[in-house]
């Protein structure tokens, strides 16, 4: 079946909520980094190589570092193909920037899985096996076209994955003594917010030049969100998952999308 496209027939109503010029990109990122190690500083150097957490939160946890990982992992594949393909000026400016901000994400999730001494052979495997985000990340990987990829990965996941679950993911890992990991969360909030707010802006102009865009999104929405739905499967991150629903729908429902049956 050929993959439905929506076109933005008037780039004039897409402006990135950021407006990001590079000089500013790279001063509000040299203030980010500042801030990232000052707090990175006040680790324990214990706590920084994995020494106060339990072996059982390791095993469990180590699920959750191949999510980070290879989520950020696949996004600096799918947010260069979006830039590569992207239909205006304006869009690739915003995807360059991401793909900037993916891959500072990306070393710092390496980082965990190397303090936390899980040898990078189990890391794939642990990312394949059932419950994780694995599905919707390929899913992502095999796309195209900008429009389609940025609404998916933007939008719809990182609207739901972020703030509220980050959130949730950074006092989880702090409670259990994963220093490291909160830091890490709670630095790349911003970014994904960032993330989130073009693809939102996005999703508001394709509606907007067209509102019989909105049955498409509709489906990717649908897509998108089946995909992601096994990594909740059994209950084990119930809270995860309805904070990750909750926190898409409040940007969705008002843009005129329904909530999605499983
Ligand atoms: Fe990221
Ligand atoms: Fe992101």
Known sequence: MARKRVALKDPARFSDPANLTWERYVAMQARERERYLAERTTIPEDALNYKNVSPRYLKNAVDQFA???YSEL????YVATAAAN???DELKTSALFQLADEQRHLEMDREVFERAGIPERDWLAAWESPGTTCRFFRHLL???DSIEILVKGNFVAEGA???GTFT???DGAEARGDVLSAVNHRAR???ETRHISYGRALVKALIEDDPGNLDTIQQWQDESLRLFAEVARGGERQEWWEGFLASYYKIALPLGLRVTGF
């Open 86 to 88: 992207a239909p205006f």
């Open 189 to 191: 909030i911003r970014d």
């Open 168 to 170: 949730v993911l950074a």
């Open 67 to 69: 999510n980070n990982y």
């Open 142 to 144: 095999e796309l195209e």
């Open 161 to 163: 994955a972020g703030p």
């Open 74 to 77: 696949s996004a600096t594949h």
